[in-house]
């Protein structure tokens, strides 16, 4: 009896084992399907954002320029993790506001968009303040010592009392600021291609979207800043042909700065712009009932105008509004 009843106990594991394995090569199955379906509705709403990934890859680029040479790389890895954090906090923030609010998302994204015309504008009246004959001491010294340019710039800025890391955490904070609302809007338009996903779906394709673009977008920008070394590398070659190369590296990189510079300010005014434009009725009616149907280049051309003039006005109404306020206060104060 003992030994029937040992020979049905082992039966009966085998039939489990069995049944476990059956199990675990449908739930196999399941996942490698969920898997194809995800990475394939992963790769739909990277193209979809794929016009976004360009801007907050100028824009990026261009925040993270101006610091030592020595401190490019920490400056970027620091925003990547700011980044990371961005989109820990966007993720399940949108997942939220898609099941329950849904009305809100765009309102937000307005608001986002509104700040960063508002950067946008502010960038440039620094830019024009500074050309001019009035000069920050401070600002001028923080940019010099950041940059690693003379002794006496160092000097000037102890003299001053300022903290060393002061500009480089300017530096990132800023271009977090921006990395979040730029990945506001492309983590909204990835949830859009996927709505009427179940739950898991959307989790799943909205960490792959976060994790490749912040992949993509910071590799990138920590190999544009690093451009120097390469074409310093290059030159080290025995081959001429090499060197050539890397002094034309050399040459090309401040023109590329300045180049991106100027992209990514113009990107601030046309993602904030699109932003706001896409919350005005009326414009936006406009745009689709008018202007898209004509194809072509005015297809191309017109909305990017409209959403650079639209961001650029909104941005420049709203400085001269916390310009105001802040006279104000400081009148007020005065008395």
Request: glycine fraction near 10%.
């Amino acid at each position: 009896m003992a030994g029937g009843g040992l020979l049905m106990l082992l039966d009966d594991i085998a039939a489990l084992l069995d049944d476990v394995a059956l199990m675990t090569k449908v739930a196999a199955r399941k996942s490698a399907t969920m898997a194809d379906d995800v990475a394939g509705m992963t790769k739909v709403a990277m193209q979809k954002t794929a016009g976004v990934l360009g801007d907050d890859l100028a824009l990026n680029a261009e925040q993270v320029s101006g610091v030592r040479s020595n401190r490019e790389l920490p400056v970027v890895w620091g925003v990547a993790k700011g980044s990371l954090v961005n989109k820990v906090i966007l993720v399940p923030a949108f997942l939220l506001i898609s099941a329950f609010a849904s009305w809100l998302i765009t309102p937000l994204l307005m608001i986002g968009g509104a700040f960063l015309c508002f950067e946008g504008v502010e960038k440039i009246v620094h830019s024009l303040h500074k050309r001019s004959k009035t000069h920050d001491p401070v600002q001028e010294a923080l940019e010099a010592q950041a940059q690693g340019l003379a002794p006496s710039s160092v000097r000037q800025s102890k003299e001053l009392g300022i903290d060393p890391a002061t500009y480089e955490k300017q530096k990132i904070g800023g271009a977090i600021r921006t990395d979040f609302i730029l990945s506001a809007e492309i983590l909204a338009i990835a949830l859009s291609t996927i709505a009427d996903e179940p739950l898991p779906k959307q989790v799943a394709v909205l960490v792959a979207v976060s994790i490749a673009i912040t992949v993509f977008v910071y590799g990138l920008v920590a190999g544009i800043v690093r451009m120097d070394d390469v074409g310093n590398w290059l030159m080290r070659q025995h081959s001429s042909a090499v060197q050539a190369m890397g002094r034309g590296l050399i040459a090309f990189t401040p023109w590329l700065m300045k180049g991106l510079s100027i992209v990514g300010t113009a990107a601030m005014f046309l993602v904030g712009g699109s932003l706001l434009v896409h919350g005005i009725g009326p414009i936006q009616g406009w745009i689709e009932s008018a202007v898209m149907p004509q194809g072509g280049v005015v297809q191309a051309v017109v909305p990017v105008l409209v959403h650079v003039v639209v961001g650029a006005a909104i941005g420049g109404v709203i400085v001269l509004l916390v310009t105001l306020w802040q006279r104000l206060r400081g009148s007020a104060a005065s008395h």
